[in-house]
């Protein structure tokens, strides 16, 4: 695929370093459904490095404010769409204007530039030369960019997957706060502190502790107490390489971990919300019981009131 510099005033420049691929753009459509479809925008904005959600995004929606038109952009497909019948000619000089205010460094040229957004005001971070060049605050874009920041890298699906792992991570940790109360009445009891040395602690052997309740007696609670930390750490690790591959292997053993612990808590709850309901339940009867008794009182009483009623009559 034919590429160029990037800016336009670097044409001229055989050795220039920064390239992009020249825009191709196919009118697709006729009538009110005519479009003009930037075939290679990914690849572009790709080459213009910007993070998902500002790159496409926002070169593309950067075509839409500067021609008036509505702009969608299909994640599955790439497919960028503008609507409208647009000159391919056209949409290359407004992508030199997006390069000049938006990606190169206002100060060195130099296109490696990092967007940065802080409360209404976008800058760029030249990589080069280290200059923050401020985005002219009138342009137009600047409301997409405000309310899509490139901070929001993350698709829905890794969104989701990150807070699945947290909620993991959260009813993990409780889950073990439970467990080091236990541990710790349990130690005191017995008062007995054994180390055993040499044994290398390992995350089966940390699952290991988690699980056997009964086990307390066998191991120092430091230990376990490090052991612990350690599995945690490396949960924690295990999350965020996750993510960083960012895509939907869900199942490792950090996540058979968590599950395996969060539904021993869930059963537990469960266990817990039977007991309360069953106890409710009794209260409940007891109470409809006492109401009965009481009514039947009454009902007597006034029986009785009516006999000697009668009676006096
Ligand atoms: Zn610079």
């Known amino acids: 695929m034919a590429s160029i510099n990037i800016g336009g005033e670097n044409a001229g420049d055989a050795f220039y370093r920064y390239k992009m691929p020249r825009l191709k753009a196919r009118i697709e459509g006729r009538g009110n459904g005519i479009k003009t479809n930037v075939e290679n925008n990914v690849d572009i904005a790709k080459a213009l490095e910007r993070p998902p959600e500002c790159a496409w995004g926002h070169v593309l929606k950067y075509f839409g404010c500067e021609l008036g ?5 299909e994640r599955e497909s790439g497919n960028s769409i503008v609507n409208g019948a647009h000159d391919p000619k056209r949409l290359a000089e407004l992508l030199e204007g997006f390069i000049k205010k938006y990606v190169q460094c206002y100060s060195c040229n130099n296109p490696e530039t990092v967007v940065k957004v ?4 976008i800058s760029l971070k030249c990589k080069a030369c280290g200059a923050v060049s401020d985005v002219d605050p009138r342009l137009k874009l600047n409301t997409f960019i405000l309310k899509n920041p490139p901070d929001a890298k993350l698709s ?4 989701k997957v990150k807070k699945m792992e947290s909620e993991r991570l959260k009813g993990l940790e409780g889950f073990k706060e439970e467990k080091k109360e236990k541990k710790e009445k349990k130690e005191k009891k017995e008062k007995k502190v054994k180390k055993k040395e040499g044994e290398a602690p390992t995350a089966e052997s940390s699952q290991a502790a988690a699980e056997a309740d009964s086990s307390g007696g066998s191991e ?11 599995s945690e750490a ?16 869900l199942v490792t053993q950090g996540n058979v971990e968590a599950e395996r612990e969060e539904e021993r808590r869930r059963k537990k709850k469960e266990e817990e919300a039977r007991k309360r309901a069953e106890e409710e339940e009794e209260a409940r009867k007891k109470e409809v019981e006492d109401l009965a008794r009481k009514k039947e009182a009454e009902d007597l009483a006034r029986k009785k009131e009516a006999e000697e009623e009668e009676l006096a009559a």
């Open 234 to 249: 490396a949960m924690a690790a295990r999350a965020a390489e996750q993510l960083s591959s960012a895509t939907a292997a």
């Open 156 to 159: 829905k699906a890794e969104k």
């Open 118 to 121: 802080k409360k209404e005001n």
């Open 220 to 230: 120092d609670e430091e230990e376990v107490v490090w052991m612990t930390d350690t």
């Open 69 to 73: 038109a509505q702009t969608k952009f």
